[in-house]
Every structure is written in structure tokens, then in C-alpha cells.
């Protein structure tokens, strides 16, 4: 079974930067043949897909995002990385790493960004 574990939110003043990681594992898991999406969830809303990132590199990103968030994979490690500049509040949410496409992976805890204005 895959495990996908999400790390580096926490509190941020509006403006500042953060840097998420994403470490997927299993037995039978391979990481460099998916595309992959950093997603998040801000409280009362539904989940979204923030970015994304396919097998040869290229990277989309959602209008509310684009110009302040870069995603960018190493699939030496099997990790996704999402960095998050010029925070706004409204970028407040759990974030959740997963494959692009369905079927999703185990949707793994996520971790938390505040940003404080």
C-alpha cells in the first residue's frame, strides 16, 4: 500500500514562504511514472488542485496560485516539493499531495498552512 506523507506548513505571516514536501513509499509503489498534484482544503470548501506537475516536468498551476507557488518533483526520492511564496490568508488550508489523475492514491494527513495577515 502507498502512504503518502505530507510536511513543512505551519504559521505564516501574509507574505511569507513556505516549503512543503511530500514523501510517497510502498512496496510496489513507483513514484517517476505519475503525475502528480498538490491539492488543498480550506475549511467549509471542497478540496482543489493547486498544481501539478507530469512525468517529463511540465508544471500548471491554478490562476489563484500561479506566479507565487512553484511545484517540482525528485523522483530520486520519491518527493514532491511545493514552494509556497508571498502567502496570502486566503492560501490558509490543509495541503494534500496525490497522483493527478484518478484512481487517487490513500489521501495521506496533509499539513496545515496559516497565513496570518
Known amino acids: 500500500q502507498v502512504q503518502l506523507v505530507e510536511s513543512g506548513g505551519g504559521l505564516v505571516q501574509a507574505g511569507g514562504s513556505l516549503r512543503l514536501s511530500c514523501a510517497a513509499s510502498g512496496s510496489i509503489f513507483r513514484f517517476n511514472v505519475r503525475d502528480w498534484g498538490w491539492y488543498r482544503q480550506a475549511p467549509g470548501k471542497q478540496r482543489e488542485l493547486v498544481a501539478f506537475?507530469?512525468?517529463?516536468?511540465?508544471?500548471i498551476y491554478a490562476d489563484s496560485v500561479k506566479g507565487r507557488f512553484t511545484i517540482s518533483r525528485d523522483d530520486a526520492k520519491n518527493t514532491l516539493y511545493l514552494q509556497m511564496n508571498s502567502l496570502k490568508p486566503e492560501d490558509t488550508a490543509v495541503y494534500y499531495c496525490?497522483?493527478?489523475?484518478?484512481?487517487?492514491?490513500?489521501w495521506g494527513q496533509g499539513t496545515q498552512v496559516t497565513v496570518s495577515s
Open positions: 506537475i507530469t512525468v517529463g516536468g511540465n508544471t
Open positions: 496525490n497522483s493527478r489523475y484518478l484512481p487517487y492514491l490513500t
